[in-house]
C-alpha cells in the first residue's frame, strides 16, 4: 500500500520561510515522478513543483519560480519542497502526490493528506 505523508506545514509571516517534507512508503521514489500541489479556499488545486523520477528534473509554477525549491532524498525517500519570500498569496493547503508515471506530465496517482501552509502576519 502505498501512502504519502506531508509534514512542516504551519504560520509564517510574510517573507518567511518553510520546509515542507513528503515521505513516501510503498513505493521508491525512482519508479514515479513526485509533485506537490496547492488548493487556496474557493481555488482550483494547482501544481506547484515536480521532480521526476528517472532524471530527476525540476517544474516549477511560475508564480513560485525563484522561491521555491524541490529536493529528494533517496535514501529516506523523501521529497521536500523548501519554500522563501512567502506571501499570503501562498496560503493553502498544500498536498504530496505520486504520479502514473517517471515524467512530470503524468497526472498524479497517490495523495497525501496535505498540509495547512498560511501567510499572515
Known amino acids: ?21 513528503c515521505a513516501v512508503r510503498g513505493l521508491p521514489l525512482h519508479y514515479a515522478a513526485t509533485a506537490w500541489f496547492r488548493q487556496a479556499p474557493g481555488k482550483e488545486r494547482e501544481q506547484v513543483s515536480c521532480i521526476s523520477a ?4 525540476k517544474f516549477y509554477a511560475d508564480s513560485v519560480k525563484g522561491r521555491f525549491t524541490i529536493s529528494r532524498d533517496s535514501p529516506k525517500n ?7 519570500s512567502l506571501n499570503s498569496e501562498d496560503t493553502a493547503v498544500y498536498y504530496c502526490a505520486s504520479l ?22
Do not use: A, F, I
Request: charged share 5%.
Open 1 to 21: 500500500q502505498v501512502q504519502l505523508v506531508e509534514s512542516g506545514g504551519g504560520l509564517v509571516q510574510p517573507g518567511g520561510s518553510l520546509r515542507l517534507s
Open 54 to 57: 528517472n532524471d530527476g528534473s
Open 100 to 121: 502514473m508515471g517517471y515524467g512530470c506530465y503524468q497526472h498524479p496517482k497517490y495523495w497525501g493528506q496535505g498540509t495547512q501552509v498560511t501567510v499572515s502576519s
Open 78 to 84: 523523501t521529497v521536500y519542497l523548501q519554500m522563501n
